[in-house]
T-cell receptor, first 109, second 115 residues
């Protein structure tokens, strides 16, 4: 059974600081997703990572994938308040996605 | 706005009842996915359809069933409802082929409350 572990589960940051969210998974997969969810809202797709060494960046967020270590990271650069949300990673295998528990990020001024 | 629509937004019903949730994918998307989000179990994948055929099955209870119709909209049927079925139900859609790496676009969700 595929297991996905995200850490930390809660993260409080100051504006302007950098931090990394980690996503470990237990078996091989064919793609890894990162999503953002604002309170009471739906999920917004941030990144889809397919291959080992894949790196994608959008604004202050950068995601990477190491399939050998079964690890993906979501790096936040110079955090701003608008990034406050819950971030989920999800690992997909043959169409079935398994989600981490989510990281709730709070960015404080 | 992702382009995926779901109805109804909210549904309140009683234990033992049956409900149907509806999802219309983005124009051109052939795949529809259903997910359940609850405080107890987090986000769980239920089932995927591609162009009318079941493609992948996750933690979907036997009391639940889904289908995708020729116009590509999908319905999730939940029967013999229990208190524990109270959750947010999301549908997502993705485009065919690999060009978009199967990026999934989520609808706004249906909040189901079972009393």
């Amino acid at each position: 059974e595929l297991k996905v572990e995200q850490n930390p589960l809660f993260l409080s940051m100051q504006e302007g600081k950098n931090y990394t969210i980690y996503c470990n998974y237990s078996t091989t997969s064919d793609r890894l997703y990162w999503y953002r969810q604002d309170p009471g809202k739906s999920l917004e797709s941030l990144f889809v990572l397919l291959s080992n060494g894949a790196v994608k960046q959008e604004g202050r967020l950068m995601a990477s994938l190491d399939t050998k270590a079964r690890l993906s990271t979501l790096h936040i650069t110079a955090a701003v308040h608008d990034l406050s949300a819950t971030y989920f990673c999800a690992v997909s295998n043959a169409g079935k996605s398994t989600f981490g528990d989510g990281t709730t990020l709070t960015v404080k001024p | 706005d992702s382009g995926v629509t779901q109805t109804p937004k909210h549904l309140i019903t009683a234990t033992g009842q049956r409900v149907t949730l509806r999802c219309s994918p983005r124009s051109g998307d052939l795949s529809v996915y259903w997910y359940q989000q609850s405080l107890d179990q987090g986000l769980q994948f239920l089932i995927q359809y591609y162009n009318g055929e079941e493609r992948a099955k996750g933690n979907i209870l036997e009391r639940f069933s889904a289908q995708q119709f020729p116009d590509l909209h999908s319905e999730l049927n939940l029967s013999s409802l229990e208190l524990g079925d109270s959750a947010l139900y999301f549908c997502a859609s993705s485009s065919p082929g690999t060009s978009a790496h199967n990026e999934q676009f989520f609808g706004p969700g249906t909040r189901l409350t079972v009393l």
